[in-house]
């Protein structure tokens, strides 16, 4: 008899014992918790508990809930960053031309001004104008292109041709510019599948982006290899760095960071989105003295 008493005695003792311990535990988790609630920002987690495996396992779970929270809070802080940057390239890309337009109307206001002064301004305020609308044209464009009903009306196109009209269109800028251009296309048709004016603004906003950034060479190149047509744009890399490439597809990127050049930064956003929702794909890349954009279509 007085061994089953010494028996239950001790198995008391110990199930008091662990008792005691996993109330020390949990309190210790709740205080952790409470700790980590109060200051996130440290991206804490519970530690240096161990009582069961089936609390051990609960106890990672937690874990694994505050890592997720830490990484989602990560991303909006980085998206709220991101936004404010947003606004202020928008505002300023606005603020601009209006402060232009604005100083201008007060001087034809002016009494001392003269009739051939007022015209003069006129035309000013005219081309600010136009500048101002291109920039809220392309932010209203932006934000029809981001949502899943942009219209896309798909047909076969030949990329040669469409190549040939664009570029033809700008020949007397790069001749202003003194920029030597060289066109080298295949001779046999290459196809693809995509919306011709869509994919002749592609066209159109790598092009303009190569007039803003080249100095003296403008390279554009059409190969066709096994089923794919790929279009290289290429000029002189001239500031841009590897650390930059990663930034050129951003909204509101330009390589102007003074941001005066009357560039919103969207034009190769734009592109990227257009060349996406017809399935073909869109790079940046430095190869020597050259920075190059890469366009790949499925022929």
Same mark, same amino acid.
């Given at each position: 008899m007085i061994y089953i008493v010494i028996g239950l005695s001790c198995i008391c003792i110990i199930l008091t014992a662990r008792y005691c311990y996993l109330q020390r535990s949990i309190?210790?988790?709740?205080? @952790?918790?409470?700790?980590?609630? @109060?200051?996130?920002? @440290?991206?804490?987690?519970?530690?240096?508990? $161990?009582?069961?495996? +089936?609390?051990? %396992?609960?106890?990672?779970? $937690?874990? +694994?809930?505050?890592?997720?929270? %830490?990484? +989602?809070?990560?991303?909006?802080?980085?998206?709220?960053? %991101?936004i404010r940057s947003e606004i202020e390239n928008i505002s300023h890309d606005l603020r601009t031309p209006l402060t232009s337009i604005i100083g201008y109307v007060d001087l034809i206001e002016d009494v001392q001004t003269t009739s051939m002064e007022r015209d003069e301004y006129l035309k000013i305020i005219k081309k600010r104008a136009r500048?101002? %609308?291109?920039?809220?044209?392309?932010?209203?464009?932006?934000?029809?292109?981001?949502g899943e009903n942009y219209p896309i009306d798909l047909t076969s196109i030949m990329v040669q041709d469409s190549l040939?009209?664009? $570029?033809?269109?700008? #020949?007397?800028?790069f001749e202003k510019k003194q920029i030597h251009v060289e066109i080298i296309l295949e001779e046999k048709p290459c196809f693809i599948i995509a919306d011709q004016i869509q994919f002749?603004?592609? /066209?159109?906003?790598?092009?303009?982006?190569? /007039?803003?950034?080249?100095?003296h060479t403008f390279i554009v190149k059409q190969i066709r290899k096994e089923e794919e047509c790929i279009l290289l744009f290429q000029n002189d890399k001239n500031q841009m760095r590897e650390e930059n490439l990663k930034l050129i597809f951003d909204r509101f990127y330009t390589g102007d960071l003074t941001r005066n050049n009357q560039n919103t930064g969207l034009g190769l956003t734009i592109s990227k989105l257009l060349?996406?929702?017809?399935?073909?794909?869109?790079?940046? #890349?430095?190869?020597?003295d050259l920075f190059t954009i890469e366009l790949i279509w499925k022929a």
């Open positions: 309190k210790s988790a709740v205080k @952790q918790m409470i700790e980590i609630e @109060q200051k996130p920002e @440290q991206n804490r987690q519970l530690k240096g508990i $161990i009582v069961s495996r +089936e609390l051990e %396992q609960l106890f990672c779970k $937690i874990n +694994e809930l505050y890592q997720n929270r %830490q990484q +989602e809070r990560i991303i909006y802080m980085k998206r709220e960053t %991101q500048v101002l %609308q291109g920039f809220i044209h392309d932010f209203y464009e932006l934000s029809r292109m981001e040939s009209d664009v $570029i033809v269109a700008y #020949y007397h800028e002749n603004r592609i /066209l159109n906003n790598i092009i303009q982006n190569a /007039l803003k950034y080249a100095s060349t996406e929702k017809m399935k073909g794909s869109i790079r940046a #890349y430095l190869e020597g």
